[in-house]
């Protein structure tokens, strides 16, 4: 079966600090990848996507970047936090379609990040 | 980009009640209507979907319903339990969600 892991689970940071949220599936291959935010109480924001190894659509201009660097790995960093960076970051992964995103999504467990 | 309205943003229902929530879409191609449910501190999991070649689809008592015509599929939560209560949020064609509905159930 496929599982998903996102560490850590938690994190506080100071304001300028550099951030890495990685993320790694397990038990597929050739995954689609996807990071969210989610601020507290408020929806789901795609932060970026990934069809395949170096591979990565941004959906929001500002100071976070992904890459994946192997086909099960999914990483999240900022060279320095912003206070409004604080939330709830999730990754998910989809079953490969092509450019065809337009399948169910499964989600990690979260980290939760607080910029103080 | 497509724009998913989705409404209400809560709802509080007495358990044994039913539940309702509608999400509105733009995108005319879409095929695909996803329902998702997040409990607290926890990543989204799909509940039920539907795609745009059948109007309904069940499953004990979840249910979505699908208007193309009028761009819009709702959830439907029949017979409401305590464990019922979450954030849930519809999802378009294009990675977008919905803005949640916190649903509540009343003891």
């Known amino acids: 079966s496929q599982t998903i892991h996102q560490w850590p689970a938690t994190l506080v940071q100071p304001v300028g600090s550099p951030l890495s949220l990685e993320c790694t599936v397990e038990g597929t291959s050739n995954p689609n990848l996807y990071w969210y935010r989610q601020a507290a109480g408020r929806g789901l924001q795609l932060l970026f996507y990934s069809v395949g190894i170096g591979q990565i659509s941004s959906e929001v201009p500002q100071n976070l970047s992904a890459s994946r660097p192997q086909d099960r790995q999914f990483i999240l960093s900022s060279k320095k936090l912003l206070l409004s960076d604080s939330g709830f970051y999730l990754c998910a992964w989809s079953v490969r379609g092509g450019r065809n995103l337009n399948t169910q999504q499964f989600f990690g467990p979260g980290t939760r990040l607080t910029v103080l | 980009g497509e724009n998913v309205e989705q409404h209400p943003s809560t709802l509080s229902v007495q358990e044994g009640d039913s539940a309702v929530i509608k999400c509105t879409y733009s995108d005319s191609a879409s095929n695909y209507f996803p329902w998702y449910k997040q409990e607290l501190g926890k990543g989204p999991q799909l509940i039920i979907d539907?795609?745009?070649?059948?109007g309904e689809k069940k499953d004990q008592r979840i249910a979505v319903t699908l208007n193309k015509t009028a761009k819009h599929f709702s959830l439907h939560i029949t017979e409401t339990q305590p464990e019922d209560s979450a954030v849930y949020f519809c999802k378009g064609e294009k990675l977008t969600f919905g803005t949640g509905t916190r649903l509540t159930i009343i003891p």
């Open positions: 539907i795609r745009s070649n059948v």
